[in-house]
């Protein structure tokens, strides 16, 4: 889209309010890839998410760690940057159900917003349509402090969501401007499209963006992984960047382990520290690291092959299933930390998102004659 294609209309900062209907669903990437591509049109962008959700430590933090990831990305000055109000935590939960925090947030969300200098205000709001009502900050009431449209991002894995949809337009009303469906598996990405689409416009519910399911999203690198696991990295710490799309266990024969382990792609591969003959096989697929279980580290023979081939070796004090869930649930998660995600999310949702459609729904510009 030609930056020129477009001028803009001389009025007060316009608000969008970017919620999703449950957790990870990729709100943080929407807002990347519209804001990236706003910037690009000359338009200023402001960024708030009052509702805190990721941090390293909560008592130490003020400022949820996507949303500072995200205006450093966008290298948005302090003054278009809106504070973290409160962290949802089960403390800060706990101190408002005791009647112990008083705070009005509703006026605290007033007061912050970066409204001044921006063009266009993208306000993160809570994962889902029920999040943040303890504290009036749900994203039907946040809407309706910030006069904000709201766009509603959802992972779309069945079409039985339709409902969960259609339930979201009744509770948002006229708020809603529009939905993306994201995360859309290959194995339906047809009836969405042909189907699901149609149905959820004709029901006043416009599409902006069908984005599909994505491996390079939903992968973790090695370095989060090993944050995660609090492991001991025995072996070509040089390549924790490498990420990691599946996650394989090593618990079964040599024979069926090599069969196992050829399916895989950019796997993580957990195995007891003892399993020389597992580690050997996964060392010769696509592994992507190595995490051994059991306190046994690995033989001398395991730590030249993992060298040579360049994988990561990581030892935990976890045994196998803490340690298998502890990784699905950060493959779960999808976060946009890893250099590699950036320029793809960008691209994807170039390609697959209707900004045009956007712009002219809020009034942020004009087609130039």
Known sequence: MPKEGYEKTQQKSKCLLIGSTASYSGKTATILGIAHQMQALGMKIAYSKPLGTCWSDPVASIADEDAIFLSEQLQLPPERIGPTLLFLQPETIEKRL??????????????????????????????????????????????????????????????????????????????????????????????VKTIVAP???????????????????????????????????????????????????????????LKYFYEGQNMAVVTGGDRTDIQLAALETSTQCLILTGQVRPVPAILSRAEEVEVPVLCVDLDTLTTVEIIEQTLGQVRLHEPTKLGYIKQLMAEHFQYDRLIAAMGLATAAV
Not at 145 to 164: I, N, P, Y
Not at 201 to 206: H, K, Q, R, V
Not at 207 to 212: K, N, T
């Open 98 to 191: 005791r009647g112990e925090d008083h705070i009005d947030y509703t006026q605290s969300l007033l007061t912050s917003l970066p409204t001044g200098t921006a063009d266009l205000v993208l306000l993160e709001g809570p994962s889902t349509l029920a999040e943040g009502s303890l504290f009036n900050l749900s994203l039907r009431q946040m809407s309706e402090l910030a006069d904000a449209s709201v766009l509603l991002v959802t992972r779309f894995h069945a079409l039985t969501q339709v409902e969960e949809l259609l339930a979201a337009k009744k509770i948002l009303g006229s708020r809603l401007l529009g939905i993306v469906l994201n995360d859309i598996p290959n194995r339906i990405l047809a009836p």
């Open 199 to 257: 149905f959820l416009e004709g029901e006043g519910i416009p599409i902006f963006g069908m984005l599909a399911a994505s491996a390079l999203l939903r992968s973790v690198s090695v370095g989060e992984i090993a944050n995660r696991l609090n492991a001991e990295v025995v072996c070509r710490a040089d390549k924790l960047d490498l990420m990691v799309e599946s996650l394989k266990i090593g618990a079964m024969n040599i024979n069926a382990a």
